[in-house]
């Protein structure tokens, strides 16, 4: 377990810095003054003051924040704030500095996909073999055919073809398939299992082959888009209430998640579990680039709403108005934490 929070730590120290760096540069480069930077959230265990900018690590790691000059203000400061406060730039440069983050997390994934794609096999989705009655064999599909397409969806990789299959729940899906250089298409409908409850196509799916050369960036971009379409897919079935409280993490969760992961590839050796931990990585990135997009008070979605009424009427909203609704929503944000965290604590004990 020590060894799995560690590589926990590594894994959100890189989520964390890099979203609130995203924002840090880009409020840099236009001029917005920083109050603090910091990661992790709690009693403050290292500090440094650096020019106008105060850095700090916190003892809990749930959370970070790049404090900008006059986010938050309440009526009665705001007349000491100058130009170089986030209050008084133009709307745009705070649009762009609120971007900074999440866009700061999808470049990271990226990057880390190269490494991925590059160090590791991919796998992609041609039929190893079929179950017995399977809908697969109905349809006509065998082994050794490539999955191209399903529902007019472009796949290239095995995940794809097993994601669309499950948001699909059982309505036909047209495939489009290669079968010894030549281009098929049929229609597969998915059997529904009683023992399983879900619904299943009935293939073997996977041929792996190392990626080489400049082919290498193409495929990480197909990483982080199957990552990026699992996240906002997951979160639609949230919305939809099919998936349950368990099927939420906080920081407790994620270090069971990287846990229960070591523990299957640590016998495996040092590089699979680089790659998996890797793998996990990018996943988190993306999903945290995604969730702070939402518009929900208190994140960077949350606040670029505020931005984007100010482009449309071409009047800011009153700050301090603006402040009250964020206050309301980290207060929120933080009662739904440490619901989170209790029930992952409650996995430990099931």
Sequence with gaps: MIVSILIFFIIFGILVTSHELGHFMIAK???????????????????????????????????????????DPVEDEQVGYDEHSFLNAPVWRRIATLFGGPVANFVIAYILAVILVGVSSWEFPTVKGLTDDSAAA???LQAGDTIISIDGEKVYMASEVTLISQFAEGSPMDIVYERNGEVKETVLTPRYSDEDKRYYMGVYLGEYKDIKGPKILKYAWYNVRFNFKVTYRSLALLIKGKLSKDDVAGPVGMVKMVDDTYKEVSPYGVSAVIVVMLSLTIILSVNLGVMNLLPLPALDGGRLVFQFIEVITGKKVPPEKEGIVHMVGMVLLMALMALIMINDISKFTR
Aim: aromatic residues 10%.
């Design 29 to 71: 480069s236009g001029g917005i003054r920083v109050n603090e930077f910091f990661v992790g959230m709690g009693p403050t265990i290292w500090k440094k003051q650096k020019g106008e900018t105060l850095y700090s690590i916190k003892l809990l790691p749930i959370g970070g924040a790049c404090v900008f000059d006059g986010m």
């Design 138 to 140: 109905e349809a006509g």
